[in-house]
């Protein structure tokens, strides 16, 4: 009988990793490509989560921009208004009281497919006050012009103004500050 016993138990455990074998380690091999499978499903939807916002936010931005496109438009100077864009300077400096000299040669010019740049001089003379004045109203047109290079150079010793005021007896000579100043830069025009 004990041999009995001893043969049942070895066949139920033989039995058992029968099974093990054939139904349960199928099924954990399953499980395992299952979880692989769900491991690269969640990282790829993760991906396209993230693009997904990135196309929202853009659509988002875009909105955003399409409202301002239009004071994009004022940046540019439209081609045919040279005499404009020139009067305007004029008019600065003569707010300012300024002297200036032009140099703009609209035939010298750098073009890219819509915007052609054009390279702008001007040469000023005048107090302190009066050319930082001048640049702050070039600052604020409406228009780019973009100042690459300032020279400024100290012309007191050429201007001196008399005052009527009388120290002692004797007139007084007073220098006034005056400055030449070259701006060097660009403009962009658009046809």
């Known amino acids: 009988m004990k041999n009995k016993h001893l043969i049942t138990f070895f066949s139920l455990v033989i039995v058992s990793i029968l099974l093990v074998w054939m139904v349960i380690r199928p099924a954990i091999v399953d499980i395992r490509k299952s979880n692989e499978s769900i491991s690269m499903?969640?990282?790829?939807?993760?991906?396209?989560?993230?693009?997904?916002?990135?196309?929202?936010?853009?659509?988002?931005?875009?909105?955003?921009?399409?409202?301002e496109i239009h004071n994009l438009e004022k940046v540019w100077l439209k081609s045919g208004d040279e005499l404009n864009f020139i009067t305007d300077l004029e008019s600065i400096a003569s707010l300012n009281n300024v002297e200036q000299v032009i140099n703009f040669d609209n035939?010298?010019?750098?073009?890219?497919?819509i915007v052609k740049t054009i390279p702008?001089?001007?040469?000023l003379q005048g107090e302190l006050d009066s050319l930082l004045s001048y640049i702050n109203s070039i600052e604020q047109l409406d228009y780019y012009f973009s100042i690459e290079k300032i020279e400024i150079k100290d012309i007191t010793s050429s201007s001196v103004k008399k005052l009527s005021k009388q120290i002692e007896g004797?007139?007084?000579?007073?220098?006034?500050?005056?400055?030449?100043?070259?701006?060097?830069?660009?403009t962009y025009w658009k046809n």
Do not use: C, I, W, Y
């Not at 035939?107 to 497919?113: I, V, Y």
């Not at 702008?120 to 040469?123: A, G, I, K, S, V």
């Open 41 to 67: 499903q969640k990282k790829k939807l993760a991906e396209l989560l993230g693009e997904g916002q990135s196309v929202v936010e853009n659509k988002k931005n875009l909105s955003e921009v399409q409202g």
């Open 107 to 113: 035939t010298r010019f750098s073009s890219g497919s």
């Open 120 to 123: 702008l001089e001007l040469h």
């Open 170 to 186: 004797e007139e007084v000579e007073e220098a006034v500050e005056r400055l030449s100043v070259k701006l060097s830069g660009s």
